[in-house]
């Protein structure tokens, strides 16, 4: 991903071209009489014009504004949603908030008699609604949407934070065909831009703006910057990816310094790792809440049952504080309730129960510390630029022997050692009281593992008769049994599987397991499947992937210019047992194969092998990376296409004469 760093400077160029926005409630026929778009006939809306425009005022407080416009051609119901509007604004407890203010809007379209027609949008009809106490959404619909109208809006955000400059996305989920983005940055600001994404700029323009800014009896000059692109492809998202922010065409500002217009104090905002680390040591809401050891002086004996080795102790802590702790689902890094309050309650969030849990190691005196990350769909974390907003998420890690393992106590259902698949996340910022913080690579503990055992044997009625039994481990055993506890007891999560499964019926079952999380599920099922009606034929086709068919390819682009990202490494296994009734044999067999990655990246293997009243089929399903770079895309796309169309192929019975 090519960089471009842009320090503000006052540049005047010899030749300016100049942005501007567009006029508002005008329409051209030519618009609402295009069908498509030229350059993506798939297409369902585009962007015909977008522009944005941000300056940081002098009145009262250095507000930031922040104006948004654009005009939108809709060429069928499939894209209706980019008339659902939500422009999220940010709130902090000291009564600062961000507000969105002279919303309008109009839809054109024509009508039976080929008259164009607008419809305003009501301003009655923009409301705000409370997300959480860091947020809230302020929503509104375009009216009368139909197939070819063309929306515009435009609104203005004030905000309070002025150091915190708005980025800007060239690309979005449909195409653009012109977006333009215009920042006005006063001269005792000094901010970095960056470039992301895989387009080039059209447009990089800087200008002087003569004494624009005056506060404080500071007056200074502005910079003026204008960026576009034409032509933007819209980012299509595909299956095993990370946060789509991270690949995203587009402008991000980070601030460096600025001077204070009313003292004329210099303030550099850059932070080194060091500070980071010394501000979350001494912050009231981590660092703090961590040293506060002497809170389970006394419960540690209860908790740990007179362990000795800190493997169990440590496992005995974390079950504690698991089952005891229930998360309230809201993630951050912070302490929100304190780490008393949290256990008198016996609810909080991610950096409550987390931050718990390091503390109890640390009072057992385990080696612990807490690990700052990024979720997946919050986008990866600039090591160039360190800042705490980056993180979003905490966890535990724990060091005991030679061994780390990495632990989260908000789901019940977590194994010691395994972390949610949403934090399996480029790497992790591990924060400890007494020694520096240090980077950490967020990899998977265990892979997803399943394997699939089935002794049927075919009956003269035409029903396969036997028994499935199926291990799960890793995570793949982590998501059944969220599917599991999903029902009020296991009977009904057995009658919802029965009657997901058209022509199987489940006779008996035995599950095993199901709250022993560091151990294999196992699911045993005695079944009766329908597969033939009329058992009098010559040859019978039968599919030996008849439950565990892979029919749809996750991989469809052309390239992609971003990675495959699993999280985790998987394995399949199925082994089939048939019995035929002695009236048959196999006339047609499935072929052995064997195909694989590049680099060892994974293989697909099956096997047949003929017994004396039947047959064994087996296939194994490998993929040894987590992530894959978009350079073994195509080779990746090629291997599902592979197992798709081997797993098309019938074995055929054949009726002994």
Same mark, same amino acid.
């Given at each position: =991903?090519?960089?471009?760093?842009?320090?503000?400077? /006052?540049?005047?160029?010899?030749?300016?071209?100049?942005?501007?926005?567009?006029?508002?409630?005008?329409?051209?026929?030519?618009?609402?009489?295009?069908?498509?778009?030229?350059?993506?006939?798939? /297409?369902?809306?585009?962007?015909?014009?977008?522009?944005?425009?941000?300056?940081? !005022?002098?009145?009262?407080?250095?507000?930031?504004?922040?104006?948004?416009?654009?005009?939108?051609?809709?060429?069928?119901?499939?894209?209706?949603?980019?008339?659902?509007?939500?422009?999220?604004?940010?709130?902090?407890?000291?009564?600062?908030?961000?507000?969105?203010?002279?919303?309008?809007?109009?839809?054109?379209?024509?009508?039976?008699?080929?008259?164009?027609?607008? !419809?305003?949008?009501?301003?009655?009809?923009?409301?705000?609604?409370?997300?959480?106490?860091?947020?809230?959404?302020?929503?509104?619909?375009?009216?009368?949407?139909?197939?070819?109208?063309?929306?515009?809006?435009?609104? $203005?955000?004030?905000?309070?934070?002025?150091?915190?400059?708005?980025?800007?996305?060239?690309?979005?989920?449909?195409?653009?065909?012109?977006?333009?983005?215009?920042?006005?940055?006063?001269?005792?600001?000094?901010?970095?831009?960056?470039?992301?994404?895989?387009?080039?700029?059209?447009?990089?323009? !800087?200008?002087?703006?003569?004494?624009?800014?005056?506060?404080?009896?500071?007056?200074?000059?502005?910079?003026?910057?204008?960026?576009?692109?034409?032509?933007?492809?819209?980012?299509?998202?595909?299956?095993?990816?990370?946060?789509?922010?991270?690949?995203?065409?587009?402008?991000?500002?980070?601030?460096?310094?600025?001077?204070?217009?009313?003292?004329?104090?210099?303030?550099?905002?850059?932070?080194?790792?060091?500070?980071?680390?010394?501000?979350?040591?001494?912050?009231?809401?981590?660092?703090?809440?961590?040293?506060?050891?002497?809170?389970?002086?006394?419960?540690?004996? /209860?908790?740990?049952?007179?362990?000795?080795?800190?493997?169990?102790?440590?496992?005995?802590?974390?079950?504690?504080?698991?089952?005891?702790?229930?998360?309230?689902?809201?993630?951050?890094?912070?302490?929100?309730?304190?780490?008393?309050?949290?256990?008198?309650?016996?609810?909080?969030?991610?950096?409550?129960?987390?931050?718990?849990?390091?503390?109890?190691?640390?009072?057992?005196?385990?080696?612990?510390?807490?690990?700052?990350?990024? $979720?997946?769909?919050?986008?990866?974390?600039?090591?160039?630029?360190?800042?705490?907003?980056?993180?979003?998420?905490?966890?535990?890690?724990?060091?005991?022997?030679?061994?780390?393992?990495?632990?989260?106590? $908000?789901?019940?259902? =977590?194994?010691?050692?395994?972390?949610?698949?949403?934090?399996?996340?480029?790497?992790?910022?591990?924060?400890?009281?007494?020694?520096?913080?240090?980077?950490?690579?967020?990899? /998977?503990?265990?892979?997803?593992?399943?394997?699939?055992?089935?002794?049927?044997?075919?009956?003269?009625?035409?029903?396969?008769?036997?028994?499935?039994?199926?291990?799960?481990?890793?995570?793949?055993?982590?998501?059944?049994?969220?599917?599991?506890?999903?029902?009020?007891?296991?009977?009904?999560?057995?009658?919802?599987?029965?009657?997901?499964?058209?022509?199987?019926?489940?006779?008996?079952?035995?599950?095993?397991?199901?709250?022993?999380?560091?151990?294999?599920?196992?699911? !045993?099922?005695?079944?009766?499947?329908?597969?033939?009606?009329?058992?009098?034929?010559?040859?019978?086709?039968?599919?030996?992937?008849?439950?565990?068919?892979? $029919?749809?390819?996750?991989?469809?682009?052309?390239?992609?210019?971003?990675?495959?990202?699993?999280?985790?490494?998987?394995?399949?296994?199925?082994?089939?047992?048939?019995?035929?009734?002695?009236?048959?044999?196999?006339?047609?067999?499935?072929?052995?194969?064997?195909?694989?990655?590049?680099?060892?990246?994974?293989?697909?293997?099956?096997?047949?092998?003929?017994?004396?009243?039947?047959?064994?089929?087996?296939?194994?399903?490998?993929?040894?990376?987590?992530?894959?770079?978009?350079?073994?895309?195509?080779?990746?796309?090629?291997?599902?296409?592979?197992?798709?169309?081997?797993?098309?192929?019938?074995?055929?019975?054949?009726?002994?004469?």
């Amino acid at each position: =991903m090519k960089k471009l760093l842009l320090l503000f400077s /006052a540049v005047l160029l010899s030749q300016l071209l100049y942005a501007q926005d567009f006029p508002y409630d005008s329409y051209n026929l030519s618009d609402l009489e295009m069908k498509s778009y030229e350059k993506d006939k798939t /297409a369902h809306a585009v962007v015909l014009k977008e522009f944005g425009k941000t300056w940081i !005022s002098s009145g009262d407080g250095l507000p930031l504004y922040h104006e948004y416009h654009v005009k939108i051609k809709i060429f069928d119901s499939k894209a209706f949603d980019e008339g659902n509007i939500t422009i999220p604004i940010h709130k902090s407890d000291n009564n600062d908030f961000e507000q969105v203010r002279d919303v309008v809007g109009v839809t054109y379209y024509t009508d039976e008699q080929g008259n164009v027609q607008r !419809s305003y949008l009501d301003p009655k009809t923009v409301v705000t609604e409370n997300r959480n106490k860091y947020w809230d959404l302020v929503k509104f619909a375009m009216p009368n949407l139909r197939n070819g109208c063309v929306i515009e809006y435009k609104y $203005t955000l004030q905000s309070p934070y002025s150091l915190t400059f708005r980025d800007w996305d060239f690309q979005g989920t449909i195409p653009k065909i012109y977006s333009e983005y215009e920042a006005h940055i006063p001269g005792v600001f000094n901010f970095k831009a960056s470039l992301r994404g895989f387009y080039k700029l059209d447009k990089n323009v !800087s200008e002087i703006e003569h004494e624009c800014f005056s506060a404080g009896g500071t007056k200074c000059d502005c910079s003026k910057i204008t960026y576009a692109m034409k032509d933007v492809p819209a980012f299509v998202k595909e299956d095993y990816m990370t946060a789509p922010k991270n690949f995203l065409s587009a402008i991000n500002f980070e601030l460096n310094d600025y001077i204070n217009p009313y003292n004329g104090q210099k303030t550099v905002k850059t932070q080194t790792w060091a500070d980071i680390d010394y501000n979350m040591k001494h912050h009231e809401e981590f660092g703090v809440q961590m040293r506060k050891t002497s809170v389970f002086k006394d419960k540690l004996p /209860a908790i740990t049952g007179g362990a000795t080795d800190n493997l169990e102790k440590a496992k005995a802590i974390y079950h504690y504080i698991q089952s005891n702790l229930k998360h309230n689902r809201f993630i951050g890094i912070y302490s929100d309730n304190g780490l008393r309050k949290t256990l008198d309650t016996h609810s909080g969030s991610t950096a409550d129960i987390n931050l718990a849990l390091v503390t109890a190691l640390k009072a057992a005196g385990i080696d612990a510390e807490a690990v700052l990350l990024s $979720t997946r769909d919050h986008g990866f974390i600039s090591k160039l630029y360190p800042a705490i907003g980056d993180f979003n998420y905490v966890v535990a890690k724990a060091n005991i022997g030679d061994k780390s393992y990495m632990l989260d106590a $908000t789901d019940a259902l =977590m194994p010691f050692g395994l972390l949610p698949e949403e934090c399996i996340n480029d790497q992790g910022r591990v924060m400890s009281l007494d020694k520096p913080s240090y980077w950490i690579d967020m990899v /998977a503990a265990q892979k997803r593992t399943r394997t699939h055992i089935m002794n049927l044997t075919l009956q003269t009625n035409g029903k396969l008769t036997g028994k499935l039994i199926y291990y799960s481990n890793g995570y793949e055993a982590l998501e059944k049994r969220r599917s599991i506890k999903k029902f009020n007891s296991i009977d009904e999560y057995v009658e919802n599987l029965d009657e997901k499964m058209a022509k199987v019926k489940i006779s008996k079952y035995d599950i095993k397991n199901v709250d022993s999380l560091e151990n294999s599920l196992i699911e !045993s099922y005695d079944v009766e499947i329908d597969v033939y009606n009329n058992m009098d034929a010559g040859r019978l086709a039968f599919n030996p992937y008849m439950l565990h068919r892979m $029919t749809d390819n996750p991989f469809k682009l052309e390239d992609r210019t971003y990675p495959v990202d699993m999280g985790t490494a998987t394995d399949t296994r199925i082994v089939l047992t048939v019995t035929l009734p002695e009236q048959y044999t196999v006339e047609t067999a499935p072929e052995n194969k064997a195909t694989g990655l590049p680099n060892q990246g994974g293989r697909f293997i099956t096997s047949y092998e003929t017994n004396p009243d039947g047959f064994t089929f087996s296939h194994i399903i490998q993929l040894n990376k987590p992530i894959y770079s978009s350079d073994e895309y195509p080779y990746l796309k090629e291997f599902y296409n592979t197992i798709i169309k081997a797993e098309k192929a019938d074995i055929i019975f054949k009726k002994k004469s």
